[in-house]
């Protein structure tokens, strides 16, 4: 969304009081137009989006690990180079790094420890005060 401020001072407003919102953003990630790729918030960036729609923030953390930042990053790597040598190449070089760095998501399930600033994508809860 190109200005996230005013869609959370949308959201603000139908939201029930009480209400509950849930918001996941990418991160580590490649550029991903669909339509746009405007922005990438940090936990602390998310908390202050909320609290400046006058929001709560409930929790903050982390939605999808290094892992698949790493995989998805290092799939697209490995087709934009391919495809800088024979442009057909895209597609299927993109398909067989899916499959043969899928074990890559698999560092999800490890503890954090040591990577945190790496996550694929962030979450955050949050609830309008009643």
């Known amino acids: 969304m190109p200005d996230p401020w005013a869609a959370f001072a949308k959201v603000r407003r139908v939201l029930a009081p009480g209400g509950a919102l849930y918001l996941q953003t990418p991160f580590i990630i490649g550029y991903h137009p669909g339509p746009a790729d405007y922005w990438r918030f940090t936990n602390e960036g998310l908390e202050r989006l909320i609290a400046s729609a006058g929001l709560e923030a409930r929790a903050a953390g982390d939605a999808v690990g290094a892992g698949t930042g790493m995989y998805r990053i ?33 560092a999800d399930r490890l503890p954090a420890r040591g990577m945190v600033g790496l996550p694929s994508g962030y979450l955050a809860l949050a609830r309008k005060p009643a």
């Open 74 to 106: 290092a799939t697209e790597f490995c087709a934009v180079m391919a495809a800088a040598v024979w442009q057909r190449a895209y597609l299927p070089v993109k398909s067989l790094a899916a499959v043969l760095l899928s074990p890559l998501r698999w």
